[in-house]
């Protein structure tokens, strides 16, 4: 079974300053794919970022990116010049190849400050 | 195209009545899930559907829940003998590719079992 795990509850930063969120994971396999989601306040998930763990190289998109370290089993997220927008839960996720469900963790809830 | 559309928004059912949510995934998605998130909780995997074909269903869709995907299109899950502990956020996500390259979910059925 896999497991995801976030310990932090709630962030709040100043927009504009960066904030990293932390998740770790565990698994047996060697193949899956690792995400962050976003939950905006009363808004369906949209997915932030992927990454496959083959990979050694951290997945960017614009300005979100990770540093995924597999010997760890770390799995954080980084949100540059963090504006009014980016306000929401966070969520990690896990799935293994091959496999259809994805496996969450509980969830930061980033609050960022005007 | 408008998304993963779920109907209702909202429902609030007495204990051990049944009720029954629909999700209409974006149309050319063949992959439909559904997921159940409880207060301050990630999303859980129920079940995946692969056009009409329901492929896995997680333990934690018991007896009293079934999922239907008739013709490959919409999708529908029912709840019956609801209880309390069944309140929750269900979300129906839909995607072209495997789990791995990532979901589009809709905003969800918030349940109240009073």
């Known amino acids: 079974a896999q497991t995801v795990t976030q310990s932090q509850p709630e962030m709040s930063v100043q927009e504009a300053e960066t904030v990293t969120l932390s998740c770790t994971y565990d698994?047996?396999?060697?193949?899956?794919?690792l995400f962050w989601y976003k939950q905006p306040p009363s808004r369906q998930m949209i997915l932030v970022i992927r990454q496959e763990a083959y990979k050694q190289q951290n997945a960017t998109e614009n300005r979100f990116s990770v540093n995924f370290q597999k010997a760890a089993k770390s799995f954080s997220l980084k949100i540059s010049d963090s504006q009014l927008g980016d306000t929401a839960m966070y969520f990690c996720?896990?799935?293994?190849?091959?496999?259809?469900?994805?496996?969450f963790g509980k969830g930061t809830h980033l609050i960022i400050q005007p | 195209d408008t998304g993963v559309s779920q109907d209702p928004r909202h429902k609030i059912t007495k204990r051990g009545q049944n009720v029954t949510f629909r999700c209409d995934p974006i149309s050319e998605h063949n992959r439909l899930y559904w997921y159940r998130q409880t207060l301050g909780q990630g999303p859980e995997f129920l079940t995946y559907?692969?056009?009409?074909?329901?492929?896995?269903k997680s333990r934690l869709l018991s007896d009293r829940f079934s999922a239907e995907r008739p013709k490959g299109s919409f999708s529908t899950l029912e709840i019956q003998r609801t209880e309390q502990g069944d309140s929750a956020m269900y979300l129906c996500a839909s995607s072209l590719g495997p789990s791995w390259d990532g979901y589009t979910f809709g905003s969800g059925t918030r349940l109240t079992v009073v």
């Open positions: 996720a896990l799935v293994i190849g091959g496999a259809d469900g994805l496996t």
């Open positions: 559907f692969q056009n009409e074909a329901q492929l896995e």
């Open positions: 698994t047996s396999e060697s193949n899956y794919y």
